[in-house]
């Protein structure tokens, strides 16, 4: 007797070929979507980098018109003082706020915005300082405190002015400009403000 198998043989499971064909195409989606999240995390942290970037300038502008409203007067691109509470060190000045010596909450000093480099290498770049009287925990001046020199804001271009103040000579408005080179390594932020 003879045994005849069956005409049609049924293959059950796959080939090593096919295995391997399978693995190494799930391997190549797994690269490529490994490759898109890590472009979009580097998108998100640049965008974040960004906005903060975009809120401290607003902050500082914010600063800057409070205190002019406060002062009695300013001068656009002031020649340095020895009166001035603080040292320039070589930086450029280019606001400065006299306070009115009639508000009782402020004593009579000078506020004075300038640009150049940064007293300590912890920060980048040019610096944006503030020298003048220094703010108390509750956000207001201290009357008759001691003049502070601060640091605002850094990351200013090297080559450009970074800090502008410019008044219109007909309508006496200052016209206050920032620009900061981006920690993303993309383009500067700009910011303005008019007073």
């Not at 207001?140 to 804001?153: E, F, S, T, W, Y």
Request: aromatic share 4%.
């Amino acid at each position: 007797m003879i045994k005849q198998l069956p005409e049609t043989r049924i293959e059950k499971g796959f080939t090593l070929i096919e295995l391997l064909l399978s693995l190494s195409l799930g391997s190549m989606l797994f690269v490529v979507l490994l490759q898109l999240i890590g472009a979009d995390l580097r998108l998100g942290n640049s965008m974040a980098s960004r906005l903060r970037e975009s809120a401290q300038q607003r902050q500082t502008l914010e600063l800057i018109r409070g205190e002019l409203a406060m002062g009695s007067g300013w001068t656009v691109d002031p020649t340095p003082s020895h009166q001035w509470s603080c040292g320039m060190a070589g930086r450029q000045p280019v606001l400065a706020i006299g306070l009115d010596s009639s508000n009782t909450e402020v004593s009579s000093q000078t506020i004075v915005y300038s640009v150049g480099a940064a007293p300590s290498p912890i920060w980048r770049g040019q610096v944006l300082m503030r020298c003048g009287p220094a703010y108390g925990l509750d956000g207001v001046i201290r009357p008759g405190g001691k003049a502070q020199n601060r640091v605002l804001i850094d990351g200013l271009p090297k080559d450009g002015p970074g800090f502008q103040a410019r008044q219109d000579p007909q309508s006496k408005v200052l016209h206050l400009a920032l620009e900061q080179e981006s920690l993303a390594g993309s383009s500067g932020l700009r910011s303005a403000a008019v007073f």
